[in-house]
């Protein structure tokens, strides 16, 4: 037959989904509207934009473990100390978490000092900067931590030589100090 058949829209019976924030043990999802007639689900409350479901969940938090690289500034070439944990040299200092501490305690070699930490990025915070120990505090990323070093002052030695033949004139000396 030429007669067009009418179905009546039954209209749909839709249920609002709260979003809900992943966690660590949990994935979450956006908030979303899911019709109980037809199990379609859509982004607004007028079902006019049609979603899959799995456009609606927001992937499970991972656990992030980082990594904290210790590194020693050289000093024209040569090692000036090392940076210890718990009273061993280390390189690096995995399976950090964020907001996690570690104490490090730059040790310098004869004849050098400790000048100060540098640290790159926002990976990573420290109690103390110009301290020698410190208390490393993890961000949310990898890190490296570098212990500066510097040569320790020596003192000054001077030698004077005077030319007994030559007995008039003045002698006059001046020092510089700080440097």
Same mark, same amino acid.
């Given at each position: 037959?030429?007669?067009?058949?009418?179905?009546?829209?039954? !209209?749909? *019976?839709?249920?609002? +989904? $709260?979003? *809900?924030?992943?966690?660590?043990?949990?994935?979450?999802?956006?908030?979303?509207?899911?019709?109980?007639?037809?199990?379609?689900?859509?982004?607004?409350?007028?079902?006019?934009? $049609?979603?899959?479901?799995?456009?609606?969940?927001?992937?499970?938090?991972?656990?992030?473990?980082?990594? @904290?690289?210790?590194? +020693?500034?050289?000093?024209?070439?040569?090692?000036?100390? $090392?940076?210890?944990?718990? !009273?061993?040299?280390?390189?690096?200092?995995?399976?950090?978490?964020?907001?996690?501490?570690?104490? @490090?305690?730059?040790?310098?070699?004869?004849?050098?000092?400790?000048?100060?930490?540098?640290?790159? &990025?926002? &990976?990573?915070?420290?109690?103390?900067?110009?301290?020698?120990?410190?208390?490393?505090?993890?961000?949310?990323?990898?890190?490296?931590?570098?212990? +500066?070093? $510097?040569?320790?002052?020596?003192?000054?030695?001077?030698?004077?030589?005077?030319?007994?033949?030559?007995?008039?004139?003045?002698?006059?000396?001046?020092?510089?100090? &700080?440097?």
């Amino acid at each position: 037959t030429d007669k067009d058949v009418v179905i009546p829209a039954t !209209g749909h *019976k839709l249920k609002k +989904v $709260e979003a *809900k924030a992943p966690t660590q043990t949990e994935e979450g999802n956006i908030e979303y509207w899911y019709c109980e007639k037809c199990d379609k689900y859509f982004s607004d409350k007028d079902a006019t934009a $049609e979603i899959r479901k799995e456009d609606t969940v927001i992937p499970q938090l991972k656990e992030e473990k980082h990594t @904290l690289t210790i590194a +020693v500034e050289k000093v024209n070439g040569a090692v000036p100390g $090392e940076v210890q944990y718990a !009273g061993k040299p280390y390189e690096m200092l995995e399976g950090l978490q964020k907001g996690e501490t570690r104490e @490090l305690t730059a040790v310098a070699k004869s004849g050098y000092q400790f000048k100060e930490w540098k640290i790159n &990025g926002d &990976g990573a915070s420290v109690s103390d900067l110009k301290k020698a120990t410190t208390t490393v505090t993890m961000g949310d990323t990898n890190a490296t931590i570098t212990a +500066v070093f $510097e040569k320790t002052a020596t003192p000054a030695e001077y030698k004077l030589k005077i030319d007994r033949n030559n007995t008039k004139g003045s002698i006059s000396f001046r020092t510089k100090t &700080g440097n």
